[in-house]
Structure formats: C-alpha cells, structure tokens
C-alpha cells in the first residue's frame, strides 16, 4: 500500500488549501483515514481524522477551521484547510489503517502559512 499526498504549498494567513492524499490500489479494506502533522521541534500530532461510516474526530486546534472527507470508491481523503494561521505550518502526513494488514504513512506535503 502506497500513499500519495498532494496539495500542500505556501498560503497567506487567514487562507485555504486542499490535502489530498490516494492509495496506491483499490482496497475495500481501509477503515480509518487521516492526517497528522508535525512541526519543527514538536510531535507529530493528529489533525483529523475519518472512519470507514465517516465519522469524523478532529485535534482541537484546527476544529471549525478544517474539514476532512474521504471518497471510498477512489480511495482518496481530503482535508479542507480554512483560516489558516502560522501555527498551521508543518509538514501534513496522510495515514490508512488497512483492516487484516496494517498501518501505513504517506510521504507528508509541506504547508506554509506566512504572509
């Protein structure tokens, strides 16, 4: 299982961007998808996170700001990223826990808030 992850870039504050992230395969086994983050000198963290009914649970400083969704026919999850702030910036990774397999990371997307 390979992850893909597009989207990331430099943004002003108060912008949006739009995570992507695809699995290299059809796989009718993925359950939770999400994205974490990690920061220079900090811990990786989750940012949001989305089960295979859709239920959604996001880290608390991105919730009302930050949307995750996930197309199960083309194996994608989005992260909409709204009023973005500084601290915002990081390195995004991806992640799949695929049922009967294991866990896996994508290859992580720099996102930049920085007027």
């Known amino acids: 299982v390979q992850l893909q992850a597009s989207g990331g870039g430099l943004v002003q504050p108060g912008g949006s961007l739009r995570l992507s992230c695809a699995v290299s395969e059809s796989n009718p086994n993925i359950d939770d998808m999400a994205w974490h983050r990690q920061a220079p000198g900090k811990r990786r963290e989750l940012v949001a996170a989305?089960?295979?009914?859709?239920?959604?649970n996001y880290g608390d400083s991105v919730l009302g700001r930050f949307t995750i969704s996930r197309d199960s026919a083309k194996n994608t999850v989005y992260l909409q990223m709204s009023s973005l702030r500084p601290e915002d910036t990081a390195v995004y990774y991806c992640?799949?826990?695929?049922?009967?397999?294991?866990?896996?990371w994508g290859q992580g997307t720099q996102v930049t808030v920085s007027s």
């Open positions: 989305v089960t295979r009914r859709g239920t959604t």
């Open positions: 992640f799949v826990r695929v049922r009967y397999d294991g866990e896996y």
